[in-house]
């Protein structure tokens, strides 16, 4: 099993920052490609960005491309989701998500494991 706990949502304003971290625990965090799906208000979960293992490789969904960024620190199980010129659209639950396959994530989009999910509200 891995534990996944998210931090560092909140409310800001358009063309601002937030910084979303992923607390990992319970398995091998090295072993697991990471990454972040969001969920917006009666819309369906959608994938915002994945990570390999190693950090060699990452993925972003073209809603964010240019303004996200995630990153891992593997001593500190620890994936970081960087948002950057953040824009009202954004606006969801935030989810980490796990699996020992990089594929699972970015191509099925079904990873092993989820976190609980944090909020970020980007007000107009």
């Known amino acids: 099993q891995v534990q996944l706990v998210e931090s560092g949502g909140g409310l800001v304003q358009a063309g601002g920052s937030l910084r979303l971290s992923c607390a990992a625990s319970?398995?091998?965090?090295?072993?697991?490609?990471m990454g972040w799906f969001r969920q917006a208000p009666g819309k369906e979960r959608e994938f915002v960005a994945a990570?390999?293992?190693?950090?060699?490789?990452?993925y972003y969904a073209d809603s964010v491309k240019g303004r996200f960024a995630i990153d891992r620190d593997n001593a500190k199980n620890t994936v970081y989701l960087q948002m950057n010129s953040l824009k009202p659209e954004d606006t969801a639950v935030y989810y980490c998500?796990?699996?020992?396959?990089?594929?699972?994530?970015?191509?099925?989009?079904?990873?092993?494991?989820w976190g609980q999910g944090t909020q970020v509200t980007v007000s107009s």
């Open positions: 998500a796990a699996d020992q396959r990089f594929n699972t994530i970015v191509v099925r989009r079904v990873p092993g494991y």
């Open positions: 319970g398995r091998t965090f090295s072993g697991y490609a």
């Open positions: 990570i390999a293992w190693n950090g060699g490789i990452t």
